[in-house]
């Protein structure tokens, strides 16, 4: 008991210690006490994120993973290891005494940019990108590169959540800019930004949607292919 408390305290005093900025979602102690509000979704919702999606026996990458929302949910699901991955490394701090908070000795968490190179680890079977491709990346150009270093993470499946479809205007760039970095998937008013996904993960990768349709968030599931 005293250990736990103690572990309670840690948590709280980092949390306490980050920008609220950077805690992007409520966190919750083992004993459902809200520990930091965050600015999104709670817990009944973050679980619709991924759906049905089946983790069992598998180890895990959570790439952008911020505070292990997502990778403590993959490791409540059943799988046999789980990695988070993020820049910032106060949040990493954060996130593994979180992790020791929980009880969850296969989770684990590395402060490092993915999109920077292939891991220095084997890859995990499957990657999960949580709502990472949004505005920013496609408005910059760098769908590519996260198409890239994802596949680099994961040996077997890729699991995104992200809009499939966003309307012109309400992108920051221009739709002569988005044609140029992404010709062919600007039509309809829209940019088609699963169908420029699945291109540059290219024919290794099979999509399949689990959820979502047209321009609501989406749950997107891709299987190397052979």
């Known amino acids: 008991m005293e250990t736990e408390i103690f572990r309670l305290e840690v948590a709280r005093r980092l949390l306490a210690g980050l920008d609220p900025a ?3 979602r409520p966190v919750y102690g083992p004993d459902g006490t809200l520990l930091a509000p965050g600015h999104g979704p709670g817990p009944d919702e973050l679980e619709s994120y ?7 026996g598998k180890s895990v990458v959570d790439l952008g993973c911020n505070l292990g929302y997502f990778a403590f949910r993959a490791a409540w699901r059943g799988a046999t290891r789980v990695l988070g991955c993020d820049v910032d490394p106060d949040v990493i701090r954060t996130a593994r ?5 929980h009880g969850l000795d296969n989770v684990d968490f590395s402060a490092c940019d993915f999109l920077c190179g292939p891991p220095a680890a084997p890859p995990c079977e499957m990657a999960m990108l949580i709502d990472f491709i949004g505005r920013g990346v496609i408005s910059k150009g760098r769908l590519e590169s996260v198409a890239k270093a994802a596949a680099a993470w994961a040996s077997k499946e890729l699991f995104f959540t992200l809009r499939p479809a966003y309307r012109l205007d309400d992108l920051p760039a ?6 140029r970095l992404y010709p062919g998937h600007v039509r309809g008013g829209h940019f088609h930004l699963a ?4 291109e540059r993960l290219g024919p290794d990768w099979s999509p399949r949607r689990l959820t979502g349709s047209g321009r609501v968030k989406a749950a997107l599931l891709f299987t190397r292919v052979g």
């Not at 991924?50 to 069992?56: K, W």
């Not at 005494?97 to 908070?101: K, V, Y």
């Not at 221009?174 to 044609?179: D, I, K, N, Q, Y």
């Not at 169908?195 to 699945?198: C, G, T, V, Y």
Request: aromatic share 4%; hydrophobic share 55%.
């Open 195 to 198: 169908d420029a996904l699945a």
């Open 174 to 179: 221009s739709p002569a800019e988005l044609e």
């Open 22 to 24: 950077c805690v992007w």
């Open 97 to 101: 005494e979180l992790a020791r908070l």
């Open 50 to 56: 991924i759906g049905n999606l089946d983790v069992v």
